[in-house]
């Protein structure tokens, strides 16, 4: 168990060496943070101290080293652009993002689950077509043509919801919530269902595959011939065993909510980190950038980790070492 | 007992009226598509971050609704001999955490803006010497005559002294050292001004609360707090206005503007900026970096360059891409531009015809292929306006490859410490000063190897005449002369197609009805003309 | 051929197909959206390169039935007077052959690896495969933003818009490849240790060689179900990064950046530049997800 999960650990270290190593390398080519930093009169000769100031003279080498000593410590530099640490600019959006996640997770769930039920048991239905039908659609439409929609039809058609930002925010300490104001409600409501859309489409198709599968099982089969009800069979056994890869996957996929919400946040102007990425690229705010990513990266190992784990646990033929 | 609960009572009735009143007092929410980067106002020269910041600081001088300069912290200056001025400073204003304002904050303040880490040395080495006569009187040293030297102070926000020494702030804030010691002011502010700092957070919101004990009683404004909040795009911007959830916003799209006046209860305000979009070429190398022609630059050619200004038909672009909110110009500069003469504005004519004739007579009578460097999030439709321009010489035989790109890409390239990599650009210019020499130096002088003089002159455009012209234009005070070199200098410019002027670009503002605000022309935000309901 | 012919008419697949209305619709409208927009030059009424064939004056012209709009202009002119029935026939070229050369090569790329790692094992297998398990814990979106963020920052400027058709494509397919990687590695797997193979290696015939013969014929199946799905995928991804500003320019604009374009001119009535094009999106890859529905079920015997 102990070497397992060192292996483990070994390889996630190394995962993150690599994602450090792309995030430095990818911003060393981009742009220029220097002419960004500049005001217009600025003469050569004070942008040339400015780049050594920054650093930016060193040799690459330096600098990577640099960068990896200060991110274990968590201490990702200082914004080009906003001049604040990245650590505190990072702490306050984290909140929004998570809670806008969250939320759409939320949403996905509470209709993929009973829409993937359902036309998994009625594969003929019409009504089951007519979902099957909607989510193919939900995967076809693109998530910025979604939110573009929205916004056109709620926000300046009808003028029922409001088109941007999270509305009043209660500060509670280090965390900033939105989730305790009507305002703060009304204004995630468009975003959380753009974002919704696809991943509900996903669960839908894949609790229906999944359920499919257990039904065709021999133990769903001699619970038939056992004579339990087909409600009996279809909740308590079938749905029961069909969640245990669902939810795995559906952890798996809080990592993707996170990313994909970069697009729904620029849309919606939600000001999250997704948002904060996207003005970051825009300005070549190296510091931003790469604390971005190295997060991402992070909780894309963590979650991968732990869902590794999870399976060693429950399933005992990974134990057998290879 | 009883007179002990009466007072108990009363007092918390007091407290009461004190509270609500926060609830009545008038706030202005707004939204700019960027935020300020900084608070320190020395750390960065940018028309945005200065501009607002110029509600929480003041200068000696500032600029009333009508760009008219006007007394502020000074109250009134001499020129005593050509490069020594006067100024006498206003007594009994307080900063924001009640120290007085006196002579040594001004000094102090130059000296900031000259340390290391200040955006603002240019305009710091425009004064040579500060000299403290008495607490409200100070001399100012300028190293040669500055007819413009008003102009300049504007944007030179006085600073506390004390407050910033006990801040460690003495020095102006580089990127470098934000979040470190010595970076207070970036994240804190304490001026002078109408308003004072309540809470920021960077890309998100800022908010200001009005200083009740500011000195000047008689600005208009009635607003209590404010509220501005960056919204980067477009159209997110226009529904949270359509929407009712802001008071103003800012810049508005032009394509923008119908609905905004067809929509109830919010208007498009407009009117021309000070800022010039223009046509580079370069015309310094021997052979164009990215051309299909080999061995020679047509540019150098000015009728290759007049041929270009024929090609291109301004009024279309301002009918349909601006909707008809531009204001074509045959200057470099802009009526609102110090130094600006009506009668040498003439647009050049629209004349496809004449523009192929011309290219033949250069020996480019099959056109010729030239890339053209373009921003795409920098100036009103800047990249709509390139893809026009690109198919207006389409039709006169010129191939346009067109590489848009965001400005941080697109400024790296084409400035200085890009090497001036370009061969034909586009570039908008508001002189920061509001006077015209700002343009001389910047754009029309030839470049210099340290690139203190035609830094942003960026295709090489070099005229000895002009040079010698700018040369009186900085230092003539007799206001005949120097408009006199201004014209010939713009004649000059002219009859060479040294730039091909294309517009001043509109203001362009959405604003709630009842919400009455001055709009300027270089496009700042200044709080105290903001009248609410 | 006429064999072949035969066993795939006569077969279930065929059978399948036409007992599904929906999925003959979605055939045909992808054929015609393929069609139509590879032969964009004859079919389109304006050649959208020619810059000589437009005129600004003639921008932000209504649909045809609308008031204001022009025969000339069915769908409406953009914001450069172009017209957008014939952006969006080139755009969807653009979007359409991103799409299928990304697929292709990410398709090419997956096979290789796959069949490298099932066929080597051990350390080659291991590390190949950890990249695959670590790229898949990433959305693609995430993987081409960066790709493309990273080969467009090498490349000069004035070479990016060139080549920005390019470097999607490679932006695509590097994140597009794992899938059919591991769907080949564990088919090579079980061929592998198969007697003909150890026969035919006594032979002396080389091995890769008898892998790719006897591999391919047997998931060709699933790896044509990936490659569909798939398609409308890069499709969606090629959109978005067009969209988000980092895609193709405007000058050689797929549907993606005609979104973008369009998406300004929302607020202002101007509603034919954005939705048109949006529409084409969705039709395309709509049609293009039902066909790789359908033969992901047709293929998969459990499932019926």
């Known amino acids: 168990m102990l070497f397992f999960i060192g292996r483990r650990l070994y390889q996630a270290a190394l995962v993150m060496l690599t994602v450090a190593l792309i995030a430095f390398a990818m911003f060393q080519y981009v742009g220029d943070p220097v002419s960004n930093l500049a005001g217009q009169d600025t003469t050569v000769a004070e942008r040339e101290l400015l780049k050594e100031r920054l650093g930016l003279n060193d040799s690459v080498l330096e600098q990577f080293s640099r960068f990896v000593i200060n991110a274990v410590q968590g201490e990702f530099g200082v914004s080009y652009r906003m001049r604040v640490p990245v650590r505190d600019l990072i702490a306050e959006r984290f909140p929004a993002t998570l809670e806008l996640s969250m939320m759409s997770a939320f949403l996905a769930l509470l209709v993929g689950i009973p829409m993937g039920v359902y036309t998994a048991l009625n594969r003929d239905s019409w009504l ?177 980790l732990i869902v590794d784990i999870l399976y060693y646990t429950i399933d005992p033929r990974l134990r057998v070492e290879k | ?419 001036y990599d370009t061969s034909f650009y586009l570039l908008g210019w508001t002189p920061g000063s509001m006077d015209v020499f700002n343009v001389f130096n910047n754009l029309l002088a030839c470049r210099n190897e340290e690139g203190t003089v035609g830094g942003f002159n960026l295709g090489g455009y070099c005229n000895e005449r002009i040079d010698e012209l700018g040369r009186i234009v900085a230092s003539e005070t007799d206001v005949a002369v120097r408009q006199a070199a201004i014209d010939e200098a713009a004649q000059i410019l002219k009859d060479e197609a040294g730039y091909i002027p294309l517009f001043q670009q509109p203001l362009s503002w959405g604003v709630r009805d009842g919400v009455s605000v001055a709009q300027r022309a270089d496009n700042v935000l200044d709080l105290r003309n903001v009248v609410m309901p | 051929m006429r064999d072949f012919l035969q066993r795939f008419f006569g077969g279930d697949l065929w059978w399948s197909f036409r007992s599904s209305p929906m999925v003959i619709v979605a055939a045909i409208t992808t054929f015609v959206m393929i069609f139509s927009s590879a032969f964009a030059n004859i079919v389109a009424p304006y050649d959208i390169f020619d810059l000589t064939q437009f005129n600004l004056m003639d921008s932000l012209k209504p649909p045809v039935w609308m008031e204001r709009g022009e025969v000339g202009f069915l769908l409406g002119t953009d914001d450069q007077g172009r017209d957008v029935l014939s952006t969006i026939l080139y755009g969807s070229r653009i979007s359409l052959l991103v799409g299928f050369f990304s697929v292709i090569s990410a398709m090419v790329l997956g096979i290789i690896i796959g069949l490298i790692a099932g066929y080597s094992g051990g350390w080659v297998d291991a590390v190949l495969m950890r990249i695959a398990d670590v790229q898949l814990s990433f959305p693609a979106i995430l993987i081409a933003l960066l790709v493309n963020g990273i080969i467009s920052g090498l490349l000069p400027g004035e070479a990016q818009a060139d080549l920005a058709i390019y470097v999607l494509i490679v932006a695509i397919s590097l994140s597009f490849w794992v899938q059919y990687a591991r769907t080949v590695r564990s088919s090579t797997m079980v061929e592998r240790t198969k007697e003909y193979v150890q026969a035919a ?6 091995q890769p060689l008898i892998l790719l013969r006897h591999i391919l014929p047997n998931v060709m199946g699933p790896v044509l179900v990936i490659a569909t799905i798939q398609l409308a995928l890069a499709i969606i991804t090629e959109a978005t990064l067009s969209f988000l500003g980092v895609g193709v320019p405007p000058t050689s604009p797929s549907l993606g950046t005609l979104i973008r374009i369009g998406n300004d001119y929302l607020f202002s009535g101007e509603w034919w530049i954005t939705v048109f094009p949006g529409l084409a999106l969705v039709i395309l890859v709509l049609a293009v997800n039902i066909l790789g529905d359908w033969l992901r079920d047709a293929l998969n015997p459990k499932l019926r």
């Open chain 3, 201 to 206: 290696q006594v032979i002396g015939l080389p």
């Open chain 2, 1 to 419: 007992m009883k007179l002990k609960s009466f007072i108990i009572a009363g007092a918390s009735a007091l407290a009461l009226g004190a509270l609500s009143l926060p609830a009545t007092a008038q706030t202005f929410t707004f939204a700019f598509q960027a935020d300020a980067q900084s608070l320190d106002p020395h750390s960065l020269n940018e028309t945005f971050t200065l501009g607002l910041l110029g509600n929480v600081y003041e200068g000696l001088i500032s600029y009333d609704k009508d760009m008219n300069k006007v007394p502020t912290l000074a109250v009134g200056w001499e020129v005593l001999t050509p490069t020594k001025w006067r100024f006498d400073l206003r007594q009994g204003v307080k900063f924001h955490n009640g120290n007085d304002f006196t002579a040594e904050d001004v000094v102090f303040t130059w000296e900031r803006m000259g340390s290391e880490g200040s955006d603002q040395k240019t305009l710091a080495g425009l004064l040579e010497n500060i000299t403290i006569i008495d607490d409200y009187t100070i001399e100012i040293d300028t190293p040669i005559p500055n007819p413009t030297l008003l102009n300049d102070l504007v944007t030179m926000y006085i600073m506390d002294k004390e407050w910033a020494v006990a801040n460690n702030a003495t020095e102006s804030s580089s990127p470098a050292d934000a979040g470190r010691d010595g970076s207070y002011a970036t994240s804190n502010a304490n001026g002078t001004g109408p308003f004072m700092v309540e809470s920021r957070q960077p890309d998100v919101k800022t908010v200001l609360v009005r200083n009740e004990n500011y000195w000047d009683d008689s600005i208009p404004t009635n607003v209590q707090r404010v509220e501005f909040t960056p919204i980067s795009q477009a159209a997110t911007r226009v529904a949270a206005l359509l929407s009712g959830q802001i008071d103003l916003v800012y810049p508005v799209p032009v394509q923008d503007w119908s609905r905004l006046d067809n929509a109830d209860g919010v208007k498009a305000l407009t009117g021309p900026e000070a800022r010039t979009i223009f046509l580079g070429m370069d015309q310094s190398r021997d052979e164009l970096l990215y051309s299909s022609v080999k061995g020679a630059n047509p540019f150098k050619d000015p009728r290759v360059r007049h041929a270009f200004a024929f090609a291109i038909d301004v009024n279309a672009i301002k009918e349909t891409i601006m909707r008809g909110a531009a204001t074509p110009s045959g200057l470099m500069w802009a009526p609102q531009i110090q130094g600006y003469n009506a009668e040498a504005n003439t647009p050049h004519p629209f004349d496809p015809d004449k523009a192929r004739s011309l290219l033949a007579e250069a020996g480019y009578a099959d056109g010729f292929t030239v890339t053209m460097d373009c921003p795409n999030d920098r100036y009103v439709n800047d990249e709509k306006i390139c893809q026009a321009v690109a198919g207006m010489l389409a039709k006169v035989g010129v191939t346009i490859d067109l590489l848009a790109q965001p400005k941080s890409q697109y400024f790296a390239k084409v400035l200085a410490q890009g090497g």
């Open chain 1, 128 to 304: 089951s077509r007519s979902f099957m039908t909607l989510s193919l659609i939900g995967i076809s439409l693109p998530t910025f043509l979604i939110g573009i929609f929205l916004i056109l039809f709620f926000g300046v058609i009808l003028q029922w919801l409001p088109t941007f930002g999270r509305g009043e925010v209660v500060d509670l300490g280090w965390w900033s919530t939105g989730m305790l104001t009507g305002s703060g409600w009304r204004s995630m409501i468009m975003p959380a269902i753009t974002l919704a859309v696809f991943q509900m489409t996903l669960i839908v198709r894949l609790i229906r595959a999944e359920m499919l599968e257990v039904l065709r099982t021999d133990y769903i089969k001699f619970a038939r011939a056992r004579g339990l009800s087909e409600r009996s069979i279809s909740f308590s056994h079938a749905l029961k065993n069909t969640l245990v890869p669902v939810i795995t996957i559906i952890g798996l996929q809080i990592g993707s909510l996170i990313a994909f919400a970069i697009i729904t946040e620029s849309v919606f102007q939600w000001p999250g980190m997704g948002l904060l990425f996207i003005q970051a690229i825009g300005e070549v705010d190296i510091p931003i950038m790469s604390a971005y990513l190295l997060l991402i990266g992070f909780v894309f190992v963590v979650i991968n």
